[in-house]
């Protein structure tokens, strides 16, 4: 007797924190809501996981800021395990033996500063206090379906002229800057406020996160902004580790969304999108099951969505050239080291609160700019930026006691790599290449390695289904942002497939741990589904 075939209202292809998201709202509206997630573990890239014994590991995304507080309130997920802890010191080691570190403290961060100019000292609490304002200006836009600029229908040309309203009530002043940071490199931006090479250097890098960008190519101030908007428990400009790991905040959302009567499967990849007359009706796993629904919706990036679970004989050709035009250009990849102790830093030695937030290895921005002219003719860099975390520090839950973990995001690490290399042959070599970095720091790392991970772009698009290895599902370019986000005319979370939408950080507002895209597209379906009855 043949299996009967299950329906849904809704899939959701890929359990990451979007998907998840997403899968909670349609849930607590009272649809019949199932997660398929490929993997044996949710999150997708927000994922907690104990790659060796005794030793858990943040093995992608690393830190929790731009987790909207909606989200938060509204699945009431501390409830569901999710507690943040703040970080509260920014270091960088240097190459001479001085350092530098900014901290949650404004005294603190003043001397340290002054050390160095006390001009930069004096002004960094003003230019805080301007990113906020333009933050301000901004975060409501993270918090809203992208208008349709060529729209006639009144809601979104109200929503167009609510946006022009508030760039003219930001004054003269926040109106000039919110112009440079949509235009300038996240240098020649922060070059306007500080003269201290370290400091520019350092602040400059969140403007390259998931861009395949240096810090001098225009455009990358913007990107600076959006990494800007941290906030934890209402503080602006926060950033924190999840108790357990960055995996906790999707197991949170996951428990929250099966609370409200969603169904969650692992182990089950999707092959197929079903689509027939240009509308979905459900997927087929990799194993043949069939799994009917009314609605199917995509936690995958654009390029995996369209392009191979999708028939593209379904899709205008039109939109198929703009989907491969939507740049996803992978640019980073992942050491985590088990460690037996903490390195010290020759720069400031001992275990102290320095060490208790983020390790930025960007000394200089030519630095910054040799490591990205490698990636340019596609070799990884030879001393790349490093973004070091040691959470086990300040959460001893991930580590066995007096054990360490380590976790180093990379940058520059180009997906395509020149001469006829291959990232299989080259993923050792470019282990080394990290740890090698961090010796330059930390002279003693080495000797404390128990075990290490390394992951290329190529491992992050094999494990987690990041095409190219982007872990924003496709640069944050200014041509990809808001209502072209992640193609013209298509960037309300629905598709040219009837049915079928997007739900993750391929579509507005973008990536990191947001959660925003899987919000405002269930908000977006159930408005569908209520203008359908």
């Not at 070599?429 to 930390?442: K, L, Q, R, S, W």
Request: with cysteine; aromatic share 10%.
């Amino acid at each position: 007797m043949a299996n009967k075939v299950q329906r849904y209202d809704a899939v959701i292809v890929g359990g990451g924190h979007n998907g998840l998201t997403c899968a909670a709202y349609l849930a607590k509206a009272g649809r019949r809501v199932l997660v398929l997630e490929k993997r044996h573990v949710l999150g997708g890239a927000a994922v907690s996981e104990e790659v060796f014994p005794g030793f858990t590991f943040s093995v992608c995304s690393y830190v929790v800021s731009l987790l909207r507080p909606e989200i938060i309130h509204e699945l009431d997920l501390p409830r569901h395990g999710l507690e943040i802890i703040p970080l509260d010191a920014s270091f960088t080691p240097l190459p001479n033996g001085d350092s530098i570190c900014r901290w949650g403290d404004k005294e603190k961060t003043y001397k340290e500063l002054a050390r160095f100019s006390k001009r930069d000292a004096e002004f960094y609490p003003q230019f805080g206090k301007r990113m906020t304002r333009l933050c301000q200006f901004v975060r409501p836009i993270l918090d809203m379906v992208a208008p349709r600029p060529t729209s006639l229908r009144p809601s979104e040309l109200l929503e167009l002229l609510g946006l022009g309203k508030r760039f003219a009530d930001l004054g003269e002043d926040d109106a000039f800057w919110k112009s440079k940071l949509m235009t300038m490199s996240a240098v020649d931006y922060l070059r306007n406020f500080f003269e201290t090479e370290p400091l520019v250097a350092t602040m400059a890098v969140s403007g390259i996160i998931g861009t395949f960008l240096g810090v001098r190519s225009p455009g990358t101030a913007y990107v600076l902004l959006h990494h800007y908007m941290g906030e934890i428990d209402g503080a602006m400009r926060s950033w924190g580790f999840a108790r357990g790991g960055t995996g906790m905040v999707s197991l949170s959302i996951a428990r929250a969304a099966e609370e409200a009567g969603a169904e969650i499967r692992t182990e089950a990849g999707v092959a197929e999108i079903l689509i027939r007359d240009g509308e979905a009706y459900g997927v087929v796993l990799e194993g043949g099951e069939e799994i009917q629904a009314g609605t199917v919706i995509s936690g995958c990036d654009p390029h995996r969505t369209f392009l191979k679970l999708c028939d593209q004989k379904e899709l205008d050709e039109g939109f198929v050239e703009s989907v491969q035009r939507y740049r996803m250009r992978g640019s980073s990849g992942k050491v985590n080291l088990a460690l037996d102790a903490v390195p010290e830093f020759t720069a400031r030695p001992g275990v102290g609160p320095h060490l208790m937030g983020d390790i930025a290895v960007a000394p200089s921005v030519d630095y910054l700019e040799q490591a990205y002219d490698e990636a340019k003719y596609g070799h990884y860099s030879k001393r790349p930026y490093l973004n070091i975390v040691l959470p086990s520090l300040v959460d001893p839950s991930v580590a066995p006691p007096g054990k360490h973990v380590l976790s180093a995001f990379v940058q520059y690490a180009p997906y395509q790599l020149a001469d006829g290399l291959d990232w299989d042959s080259e993923r050792d070599a470019f282990g080394e290449t990290v740890i090698d970095t961090i010796e330059e720091y930390a002279p003693s790392i080495r000797k404390h390695i128990l075990h290490k991970q390394v992951l290329t772009p190529l491992d992050l698009e094999r494990q987690f289904g990041l095409t190219e290895g982007n872990i924003f599902h496709g640069e944050l370019s200014l041509s990809q942002l808001f209502f072209l986000r992640p193609v013209p005319g298509w960037a309300q979370y629905s598709t040219p497939i009837k049915s079928l939408y997007l739900c993750a950080s391929g579509t507005h507002p973008g990536g990191g741990v947001m959660g925003a895209p899987g919000r405002l597209a269930a908000r977006k379906i159930i408005a569908d589904w209520q203008r359908e009855l």
